[in-house]
């Protein structure tokens, strides 16, 4: 009898859970949140919403959302990667290394991700090997590979992007963005990793509790350095995508993109405590990064709102999420 | 007895640690700088070193103290921009404007303090979050005030930052070590500062005791909204004028003198004298790299190198993101 009862309440209390506001905010909250803001933005400045205005958005989205989705399997573990700015810039610096012909697009391409993986495995193996706290590991890495380029460039790098880059960085095809395409693809490759594969679970069970995966028999540091090496890649792979968008190389290419990472992918719902989070959450998040931005601008207000607002989303989503959690 | 330590072997977990291992580093960057250079070590050249420290050193104060309580801090490039602007802004270079004004940018650091202590607080929203949010708004309210360098202050003003007290020792350098030093009396000997340990080795055990955790929170970030302040007046001090982004840098450099000094970012433990020792450490490796004549690009992978030696002697007691 009190079983039953107690089975009753546990039935109601899943039930209230999955139908609540609380579930609904949690689990679609920042899809509504996107939807509701393009809505507003559009009824102020229909302009928002034309072609050119949707493309150039989309291209911005590009390279941010590349980082995103490495920054998300790095927060998945409880890490966090302060150097992926470091890294893109970096890639961008390689990008102008070689020839500057499409010839060396493969070794660009190649020398880029190994750099970005191997700063990943710097990362994960002074996370885990050493104990060192992520922000401090990845804050070292940022500052050694930032010293690194600018003695390799003395200050002031030249030289150029291979023309595929550019053209895979702002190019169009029947008005799709190449980036947009390269973007889709790597999320749909990692979305399917995280979601679907066998690596994805020991990436989730890793973070919600590593001592659980040690019991199941997981090597929770392998997990966590190739979640530090998977974002590297990514991060050069988008350093190669902005290079080729914006055109000119400096050695600040991606700056900013580390907090902003960070935020969209908390906006998305990627716990910073660790095993809860999806690819498409912080894909929206990085959307809205770019929508209010850019909402910013075509209602009319001062610039320098932007980063007001962006700070103020911030806050309040992250406020957000803690409440359902609780 | 610490798992991890034991198997490490060579890890240092002790709360002297920090201070020995920044000691040990100070002696050996000095040796080395003696011997490559006879300029080095004159006293016109070390009291160069002290006097170079004190805008990081200020900065670095409040940092350490909410990285005791398990937090951290990233508004405060932004408080230093912000206040910079202001102080030389509003000042404009009228003398009767400086102690008025000055009374409120401090002020004003407090209160920008109090409003990160209480959004973590009642949100419940990790510090790392709350204070990137707030520093991005501090910013953008920095960019509305001015685009650039803007105001400007009277003679009379540089006196905190060149000023020279007797035996060309700098002023503001000395005011912040005794600063220090206040700190670090106030944070051993009073309840405050044990229940700052306290909340951070443990929140939640500390407010099972009855610590008032919330109110220990709330007065750490206004101390370090005030250090930030202070270190904005600084600049303004130094420069003679406020500039939107001069802050801007102290954000991430004000973490390394304090890990460096043995400040465990998972909070609880370290304190302000390891920090006041890091923050002469970076100054002084910094000016020894200037006559070894390495370039200021590898100046960079030098200091990423220190904080990674550093922290992987240090074990920290738990991982925080």
New interface residues.
Partial sequence: MAVAKAEDGLNRSAARKSFGMGEIVKRYGIYLFLVLAILVTTAISPAFVSGSNITNMLMQLAPLAVVVIGQTFVILVRGLDLSVASVMATAAVIATSFSGQDGAALTVLFASIAMGAATGLANGLLVTKRNVSPFLATLATMIVLQGFRFAATQGAPSGNVPPIFRLLGSGKFYGVPYNLMVMLVMAAIFAVLLHKAAFGRRVFITGGNPVTARLVGISADRVIIACYMICGGLAALAGLLLSGFVGVVDNFVGRGFELDSIVAAVMGGVALSGGRGTIPGALAGAAILVVLSNAVVMIGMPVQLQIIVKGVVIIVAASLYVRTAR | MNL?HSKLGFGINRSRAGIIVVVALLAILFIIGIAVSDRFGTSRNLLNIYEQSTGLALVSLGQTLAVLTGG?DLSVGSVISLVSMLTSGLISGDQSMVIPVVIGVLALGLAIGAINGG?IIV????P???T??????????A??YGLGPIGKVPKGFDYFAYGRLPGGISFGATFTMLLFLLSAFLLARTKAGRYIYATGDDPHAATLMGLPTTRIIMLVYMLTGFCSALTGVYLVSRFGVGQPYTGANYT?AS?TPV?VGGTM??GGRGGVIGTLLGVYLVSLLNNLLNFLGV???????????V??AA??VY??KR???
């Fill in positions: 991890t951290i959004v949100m419940g929203v990790h790392l979050i709350v990137l949010g707030t520093g991005a708004i501090i910013q953008g309210i960019l509305l991430l973490i890990v970012l998972a370039s200021t690009h590898l100046q960079l992978v030098a200091q990423g190198l904080i990674i922290v992987s074990v920290e991982r925080i993101a």
